[in-house]
């Protein structure tokens, strides 16, 4: 089985594949410092968990934006899973071109992401991933990586809104009963989400104006993704699984297999 694991500032998201067939997903913080054993022990429980044992687990790779953890967790995996991780980075066969002036700027999830709408959905096509930070990716027909755009995440601001004031409560992000809100946390609530569903109506319109492109697809990934594209008239398709989805892709390019 191939262990698929996304490691984003806030979360570490793992899928199982057997094949095409995802098996289970889980996730964990992204937690610092960790050591080896710990990221070992915590991932080994969670595949248990989901009903598998680590020698169940031959192939693993994974993308990251987290640099600081990887010795560590790619210490864990090898030494808990004994397998040889494969790392998405510079000089991997992704299969994605990256149209910037340093391509090795761009982040592991935006290639991953390329990839799997290449292959699931073709392109030309927007990406929107509601992670820590919110990425508007521009996909062009043959696959390639052509610009990107980043805001910072809805949780980011809510969390900004909090720390920064000495007022201002911590929230769960969702639409309140009416953007005419009367109490604070509804006030809030209506910024954080009929703002975002602003961002990507405006970002996604400007995007497809400046490419040419007026009528591309636009699909939405993300843990946040799933409130923001039931109400964002722009969104055509919300994906949840995207990245590991694009993890597995990649995979499949690399080994074959």
């Known amino acids: 089985m191939l262990l698929a694991i996304d490691i984003g500032n806030t979360n570490i998201t793992m899928g199982l594949f057997r094949g ?21 022990v915590l991932i080994r429980e969670l595949i248990r968990n989901a009903g598998y044992e680590p020698k169940d687990i031959d192939q693993v790779i994974i993308a990251s934006v987290v640099p600081d953890i990887m010795y560590s967790f790619t210490s864990g995996i090898k030494k808990y899973f004994c397998a040889e991780p494969i790392v998405v980075g510079p000089g991997l066969k992704t299969g994605v071109r990256i149209n910037a002036e340093n391509p090795k700027e761009a982040g592991a999830d935006l290639i991953v992401d390329a990839a799997a709408v290449k292959e ?60 005419l809100a009367k109490e604070i946390i509804s006030n809030i609530q209506a910024g954080l ?24 697809k636009v699909i939405a990934t993300g843990g946040l993704g799933g409130i923001i594209a039931e109400e964002c008239e722009a969104i055509d398709v919300y994906d949840s699984l995207l990245t590991l989805k694009g993890l597995r892709i990649i995979h499949k390019r690399c080994t074959g297999k």
């Open 193 to 216: 989400f009929y703002g975002s569903i602003g961002e990507a109506e405006y970002i996604v319109k400007k995007m497809k104006e400046e490419a040419g492109l007026p009528n591309i």
């Open 20 to 40: 095409e067939i995802l098996m289970g997903n889980f996730r964990m913080t992204t937690q610092m410092p960790r050591t080896s054993d710990e990221y070992g």
């Open 120 to 179: 699931i959905y073709g392109g030309p096509a927007i990406v929107i991933d509601y992670g820590s930070a919110t990425t508007f990716e521009l996909i062009l027909e043959d696959g390639s990586l052509d610009a990107v755009v980043i805001a910072p995440g809805i949780q980011m601001s809510a969390d900004a809104l909090s720390n920064r004031t000495a007022k201002l409560p911590d929230v769960e992000i969702k639409k309140p009963k009416s953007i």
